[in-house]
């Protein structure tokens, strides 16, 4: 569509990542008009407080988390080809999609799924989920359910159950050996309309 | 055994066949008469109510015997039975012996045969039908070739057999009425109730169009196919309009549930795969029913004049009748919800309301003409997720047991008597053209439909349905009883084929269930289906599919797109704050966290391990000592995980006859009760913790005073020894943590250390002593914790107030206090002081060092101990303040220290 093209001019590297995440060019485009309804103040930069305008977020218990995994560490700043970096965890694998082995693996692979998954746990990211990583996450989605010593004996049971190696914390590893029976494909995919 | 079953399943048999004959042999003399002149409205009445099968004609043979004589009613048996037995042939003349001639002297018994025959029919057929199926399961190597239904279809056609061999007419036959008055609710509703919610709705989208827009197809593409085909004179002379091929196709349009259920269930194929198959079979029985109806009226109206208004009144119809149909179950679910929430005092029945409730939806549904199956369905669906949080958990098994049995036992009586209804001539009508294409058509137009509509899902769906899996829904339409049930309701008069639509509606049956029943599951292995993954239940499973749902929606939110996560958690919320609210008990709605029930489970899947994996030890510690020790899990709930090894490691330490198991040291790290591989450990820890309980255990006085009570399961429950249990269990723990502490220092001392005191103090290193006090007042914290929702933060502050325990166990006991302080010097036993010994030493250094390599385990196991036990009198604190102090000064403070530094990680 014409107008789809000329708006596609407009978008930074709109060739670039369409290589890079998957998305189709209608993708790229619906989510930079997304990303432009997000970015009030047009700077072409998202800060955190952007994304405090939806307001559905406000309402998810780990939607901070969420927020946070967006930014890589030390910026205070998101464009749009990170931006667009990260919703690609989500795009649904692809199986007809041959990868060539000089690629690196694709953000919408099982394994860059699960990575994402991994870091939201992982606040201060050294490479393990510490008992108490844990249990903020478990404090914010069980939340007023149960008492913060129930809270405790569920992540320590957690813990216990994915830490091979005893050390009291899980591991990348772990985590992806805990998770082996489920689908994370299915688990980690919505449908990005175009 | 096997063989000692199939003779019992002959005796049975041949005591019906007898009793069948008694009511038949008549008829054959009179059979035109009987029927005409009886219409034996009474009995057949009450006939159908009950069973399976033998349905109208028999009870219009039985009463016609009767009527000869005298009146239908059955309470006139002895005089009915004199009447047979005048046209009775030999074999039963036992059954007139006592006859009816006009009573001369009193008989001291007598046989009442039809006083009892239709009762006691249906539960003689209900007996063998289910005796076909144990016999069938007996033999597990041929079920795992041949399933089940398919095998009792092939036992139908051998009674059946018999039953023609003895009566040469079929008595028995599955009925319109029975079949979807009796048989079929009690299959749909387990199958609404058991449905699994999430997995359904998911799929939704999927599942309405197979079920709606792929049995539209079916019907429609079967009906005009077979209808050119007789145009085309492959059928030879018929007599079926176009209409009546519609009609036929439409009956014969739907997967059946009940077939594809007890196909499925025996291959575990994946679930998306399964829950598509299941709901479309289940959700286009109601659109067949409703398709049926429709065509029905279309039948009787006539060709002529179905314009398009009636089309379009058709059409809406078919949507009134299906959405009403689903409303109205959604409404009686909310029904069933509320009821269980004030169920409370009538525990017992209380499950009878869901069935009772259920059954109605039905009713209600069939007598509005909207369709009964989609009610009942979504009756079970709405009211499962409230009624099983509000119900008591026994009446959950009950209901979920109950609701198996009735569905598994009408299920196989359903196939029972389709291979029965079989046998039997007059229905027989064979047309060579008609049945071969009706198959063959079936099974290519199941496949084109399915192929296609997946062709059109996949362009929408997330993930697309891969060939494999098409290959198998395609293979999975099963057809079955509903169409056998639809086909007899078929009128006669109208349609002048009926039998022949009724036989191929058989074959079709017996076609799909036999065949494709046998060679599902060589195909599901053989194109390598992905299977269900039996993955054991994990907790951080659980939790991390919790946040992925999150994370998704969250996503979702972020990218503006609104996708079904996005409706999935706005249905969340709108259920969460008004139908859970308005729906489930408070009590209930506290603890249905999903991650929690998991975690629950979990523990008392646990306990119940541990309790079996130590009896199976086979200590005489276990017979000796009873378990009040998972009770007491039990009741404290989960943060006795981390606790409860501990204290067994505890006791461990210091019983130095049972300590020779002991070979290696209690590793450091804390142990988890349930871990296989710490044998050793393990025996430990339950010689241990067999002598723990034995302290702290109460012995009934009286044995088990059974009471029987009509409304009540509990024997021995008594108000005072329940009382009582706990009372002494509390005295029993304070004693031993007071002893324990008065052996080390007088107690004032320790009384005078405000918190701030201990805390100063502890980090430099301080009496042996103190440091004990310490411990054990910060494991009680984390023990006691579980109920009041005061945190460990709030804990952090002075003397913790919290509320009730447990309603009624913190009562302040009069009693129990004067007791102490004698008892508390006087008793300290020697294991504890020992440990206390023991762990004195190494107070110090736990203190500096989180994780020591002995020491943590070995702190930690001592201190729950009497932590443990002296938990209780921080109950007592709680619920007595103005006895706080009083308390103070005889006992040790319950200290309100921080958390110990290993644990300091976990609250941040």
């Known amino acids: ?194 | 055994m096997a063989a000692i079953w199939r003779f019992a399943l002959f005796l049975c048999m041949l005591l019906m066949v007898s009793s069948s004959d008694t009511g038949h042999e008549p008829p054959e003399e009179d059979a035109s008469s009987s029927k005409s002149d009886t219409s034996s409205g009474t009995d057949s009445g009450h006939d159908t109510s009950g069973d399976s099968g033998q349905s109208g004609t028999d009870s219009g043979h039985d009463t016609s015997g009767d009527s000869g004589q005298s009146g239908t009613d059955s309470g006139h048996d002895t005089s009915g039975d004199s009447g047979q037995h005048g046209t009775d042939s030999g074999h039963d003349s036992g059954d007139g012996g006592h006859g009816g001639e006009p009573i001369t002297t009193l008989p001291i018994v007598s046989w009442k045969w039809h006083h009892v025959s239709t009762p006691y029919l249906v539960a003689l057929w209900i007996l063998v039908s289910w005796l076909c199926k144990l016999i069938i399961e007996a033999n597990h190597h041929v079920t795992s070739v041949i399933p089940e239904s398919a095998l009792l279809i092939c036992f139908g056609f051998i009674l059946g057999g018999m039953i023609w061999g003895a009566d040469k007419v079929q008595t028995f036959t599955l009925t319109p009425t029975v079949f979807f008055f009796y048989l079929l609710p009690q299959v749909i509703l387990d199958a609404g109730y058991s449905m699994p919610n999430k997995l359904f709705f998911s799929n939704m989208g999927a599942i309405l169009v197979y079920a709606v827009i792929g049995t539209c197809w079916n019907a429609a593409s079967l009906g005009l196919s077979l209808w050119g085909c007789h145009m085309g004179g492959a059928m030879g002379d018929l007599d079926i309009g176009l209409l009546q091929y519609l009609l036929f196709g439409s009956l014969i349009a739907a997967v059946d549930p009940v077939a594809v259920i007890a196909v499925f269930e025996q291959v575990h194929v994946n679930e998306v795969l399964f829950i598509m198959v299941f709901g479309e079979s289940l959700l286009n029985d109601g659109v067949t029913v409703v398709l049926f109806n429709v065509f029905d009226a279309f039948v009787s109206l006539g060709g002529a004049k179905i314009n398009a208004v009636e089309i379009i009144k058709g059409i809406i119809s078919f949507f009134v009748v299906a959405f009403g149909g689903s409303l109205l179950g959604f409404v009686f679910g909310l029904l069933i919800s509320l009821l269980t929430r004030c169920t409370k005092n009538i525990q017992i029945i209380e499950p009878g309301f869901v069935f009772v409730l259920g059954y109605l939806a039905y009713l209600t549904a069939e007598m509005l003409s909207l369709s009964a199956i989609l009610s009942i369905v979504f009756c079970g669906m709405c009211c499962q997720k409230y009624i099983n949080s509000n119900m008591d958990e026994s009446s959950v098994t009950t209901v979920r047991y109950v609701m198996k049995v009735l569905a598994n036992g009408s299920e196989t009586i359903i196939f029972v008597f389709l291979g029965i209804s079989a046998i039997d001539k007059t229905i027989w009508v064979w047309n060579t053209g008609f049945i071969l294409l009706t198959l063959f058509f079936i099974f290519v137009y199941r496949f084109i439909g399915v192929f296609f509509l997946t062709w059109i899902l996949n362009k929408f769906r997330l993930v697309p349905v891969e060939f494999i899996d098409q290959v198998i829904m395609s293979y999975g339409g099963l057809r079955g009883a509903v169409a056998y049930g639809l086909a007899t309701m078929l009128d006669g008069n109208k349609i002048k084929e009926k039998n022949l639509m009724v036989c191929t509606t058989l074959i079709v049956v017996y076609f799909t269930v036999i065949l494709q029943g046998i060679t599902m599951k060589p195909l599901v292995t053989w194109l390598k289906v992905k299977r269900a993954a039996a993955s054991e239940l994990t907790l951080i499973e659980k939790v991390q599919n919790k946040v992925f749902d999150h994370m998704l929606v969250a996503i979702e939110d972020i990218s503006g797109q609104i996708g079904h996560n996005y409706m999935r958690d706005k249905w969340n919320h709108f259920e969460e704050k008004w139908m859970s609210r308005i729906l489930m008990k408070p009590s209930a709605r506290k603890n249905r966290d999903y991650v929690f029930k998991v975690f629950h489970k979990l523990n008392l899947k646990d306990a119940m391990s541990y309790v079996a994996e130590g009896e199976r030890r086979g200590s005489l510690e276990f017979v000796r000592n009873e378990t009040a020790f998972v009770d007491f899990k039990k009741k404290f709930g989960d943060e006795f995980t981390e606790v409860m090894p501990d204290i067994m490691a505890d006791t461990s330490e210091d019983h130095s006859g049972m300590s020779t198991m002991r070979g290696d040291p209690v590793p450091s790290v804390s142990l988890e009760m349930h871990e296989q591989n710490m044998n050793g450990v393990r025996e430990t820890e339950d010689v241990n913790s067999h002598h723990l309980l034995q302290q702290h255990l109460y012995k009934g006085r009286k044995q088990h005073r059974h009471r029987y009570s009509r409304s009540h399961f509990d024997v021995n429950k008594d108000e005072n020894e329940v009382q009582e249990i706990f009372q002494r269990t509390m005295r029993s723990r304070l004693e031993s943590f007071k002893s324990a502490k008065m052996g080390v220092a007088p107690p004032k001392h320790i009384t005078k250390h405000t918190k701030k005191d201990q805390l100063q103090k502890m980090p430099n290193g301080k009496s042996l002593d103190k440091s004990r006090s310490y411990h054990s007042g910060d494991e009680d914290f984390e023990f006691s914790e579980g109920d009041s929702a005061s945190g460990f933060e709030a804990s952090g502050g002075s003397f913790p107030m919290r509320v009730t325990y447990r309603a009624g166990a913190g009562i302040e006991n009069p009693a129990f206090m004067p007791d102490l302080d004698p008892l508390a010097q006087v008793q300290i036993p020697p294991w504890l002081a020992e440990a206390e010994l023991d762990s004195s030493m190494v107070a110090p250094s736990q203190r500096a060092q989180v994780r020591l390599p002995w020491t943590p385990s070995n702190l930690r196991r001592l201190a729950p101990l009497r932590i443990s036990t002296h938990s209780t009198d921080s109950f007592m604190l709680a619920d007595a303040p103005g006895a706080q102090q009083r308390d103070n000064e005889r006992l040790p403070p319950p200290p309100p220290p921080p958390p110990p530094p290993h644990r300091d990680d976990d609250h941040m």
Request: glycine share 6%; hydrophobic share 40%.
């Open chain 1, 1 to 194: 569509m014409g107008s789809n093209s000329s708006s596609m001019n407009n978008i930074p590297n709109a060739e670039q990542l369409v290589q890079e995440t998957g998305f189709s060019a209608a993708h790229i485009l619906r989510l930079y008009e997304r990303f432009q309804f997000l970015d009030k103040d047009d700077t072409g930069q998202l800060r955190p407080e952007d994304f405090g305008a939806v307001r559905e977020l406000a309402m998810n218990p780990i939607g901070d988390r969420i927020i946070s995994a967006f930014f890589s560490p030390g910026q205070e700043t998101l464009d749009f080809a990170s931006f667009v970096r990260v919703l690609a965890h989500f795009r649904p694998a692809d199986s007809n999609r041959t990868r060539d082995g000089a690629q690196p693996e694709p953000a919408n692979s099982s394994m860059g799924k699960l990575k994402f998954a991994f870091q939201l746990y992982d606040q201060d990211r050294d490479g393990k989920i510490s008992r108490a990583e844990l249990l903020q996450v478990l404090r914010a989605m069980l939340g007023m359910q149960v008492t913060e010593e129930q809270l405790q004996s569920i992540a320590e049971r957690a813990i216990q159950e994915a830490d091979f190696d005893q050390d009291d914390a899980i591991s990348f590893d772990e985590f992806r050996k805990s998770l082996e029976k489920v689908n994370i494909d299915h688990k980690m995919s919505i449908r990005f309309l175009s």
